[in-house]
């Protein structure tokens, strides 16, 4: 049971990148998705879920309208769309396995129970 | 400046009992549950505690975890080498409709 993730490098302000996580050892359209960040020397901060169908995602408010988080349930795979990255962008980037898979206007008894290694994203002139 | 807040670091001796404090808000712990992760130095964070005081299958039960109104806190007791770590809180935001986290806590056993 694991996430792997990649896509991770160094790009420019304004620029654009694509992260990709690949899970295996459960059945991945049973459950939603998430992105989760940390910056270097901050906290880890929420980015984006993805519920199991695909449907209803939900980002946070800093990243709305340039980040897009997707998933190929036949390829056992999530991503994230990075676009008009800035140096506030600049972070580890860990995908996480929710525990449930639907969403129904509250994280209440959700929970990330599985996490990724990370891949790191630097944005940099 | 993180909506959850949480100590920034904490520490203790081996074998003592250390309790590290999550405070939120009615639109975040006061109306969901709350969740904890570790992060050891150099891997990724790992489930904790969840639905405020559940352990996952396979964490020690020296690790425990409580809700009261706003605020939450992780305990754990007889204190080891190995809980040195960063500690993370969660949960749910009513008001931002998304995750929130703590800012961390970073446990040093002396």
């Known amino acids: 049971v694991q996430l792997v993730e990649s896509g991770g490098g160094v790009v420019q302000p304004g620029g654009s990148l694509r992260l990709s996580c690949e899970a295996s050892?459960?059945?991945?359209?049973?459950?939603?998705m998430h992105w989760v960040r940390q910056a270097p020397g901050k906290g880890l901060e929420w980015v984006s879920l993805i519920p199991g169908d695909g449907d209803n995602t939900v980002y946070t408010d800093s990243v709305k309208g340039r980040f897009t988080i997707s998933r190929d349930n036949d390829k056992n795979s999530l991503y994230l769309h990075l676009n008009r990255l800035t140096t506030d962008d600049t972070a580890l980037y860990y995908c996480?396995?929710?525990?449930?898979?639907?969403?129904f206007g509250s994280g209440s008894y959700h929970y990330f129970d599985l996490w990724g290694q990370g891949t790191l994203v630097t944005v940099s002139s | 400046q993180s909506v959850l807040t949480q100590p920034p670091s904490a520490s203790a001796t081996p074998g003592q009992r250390v309790t590290i404090s999550c405070s939120g808000s009615n639109s975040n712990i006061g109306r969901n549950t709350v969740n904890w992760y570790q992060r050891l130095p150099g891997t990724a964070p790992k489930l904790l505690i969840h639905t405020n005081d559940q352990r996952p299958s396979g964490v020690p039960d020296r690790f425990s975890g409580s809700k009261s109104g706003t605020s939450a806190s992780l305990a754990i007791s007889g204190l080891q080498s190995e809980d040195e770590a960063d500690y993370h809180c969660a949960t749910w935001d009513a008001s931002l409709n998304g995750w929130v986290f703590g800012g961390g806590t970073k446990l040093t056993v002396l």
């Open positions: 996480a396995k929710d525990a449930g898979k639907y969403y």
């Open positions: 050892g459960f059945t991945f359209d049973n459950f939603a």
